[in-house]
C-alpha cells in the first residue's frame, strides 16, 4: 500500500473518468486546483509513473494503454479554454457528446459533440431534438476542420470549435437562427 497526496489522487480521479490526458493538460488542472509548481508537477507525474499508476505515450498520460482518442483529447482543450479560469470536473461522454464537463463556480455543464466531415447536417438535427437542461449548458460542436462551418444548419447558443491551419483549435460562436 502507498500513500499518495492530494494532488495525486485528484489526478488519478480525472483519469478513472477520461482514461488519459495530455502532461500540459494535467498541468493546468494541477496548477488550477492546488497552485501546484512546474517542478511539483513533474515531482507529482513521476512518483504516479514510479508506483505503476499511470503510463505515459508521447506526452499523453494515461491508465488505459496506448489506446489514445485524439478528438477527447482536443475536447479536454476545448472545456480547459472555456472554463479557463476555473477547474472543471470532467464527465465520460455519453452519446452523441464525446465528452462534458461541469464547472460547479458558473453553476454550467459544458456538452461537446464531435462533428466528422460530411455528418454536419445530421449532427446539426440531432443537437435541434435534443432536449435542454434545466442546468445552464454550453454546446460545443468540435468540427475535423474549418470548412464544416458553412455547412452546418443555423444554431443558437452553441459554440464550435475546431483547428486552425498550425493545428491549434479555434473556438468561435455558433451560426445565429
Known sequence: MFFLSDQQKYLLDVLHEIGFLRRAQAAVLLQRKFGSSPAAITAILRQLKMLGQIKEYDNVLS???ENIDILVLQAIDVALAVFA???????????????????????MLLQIMHVSIGCEKSRS??????????????VVLLLDEASQCKRLL????????????????????????
Open 85 to 107: 479560469n476555473d477547474v472543471p470536473m470532467f464527465i465520460s461522454g455519453v452519446e452523441p457528446f464525446l465528452l462534458s464537463a461541469w464547472n460547479e463556480s458558473q453553476n
Open 154 to 177: 443555423p444554431s443558437s447558443g452553441i459554440l464550435i470549435a475546431y483547428p486552425d491551419e498550425t493545428g491549434r483549435l479555434k473556438i468561435t460562436q455558433g451560426m445565429r437562427d
Open 125 to 138: 438535427l440531432e443537437l435541434q431534438k435534443l432536449s435542454t437542461y434545466d442546468t445552464p449548458q454550453i
Open 63 to 65: 491508465i488505459t494503454g
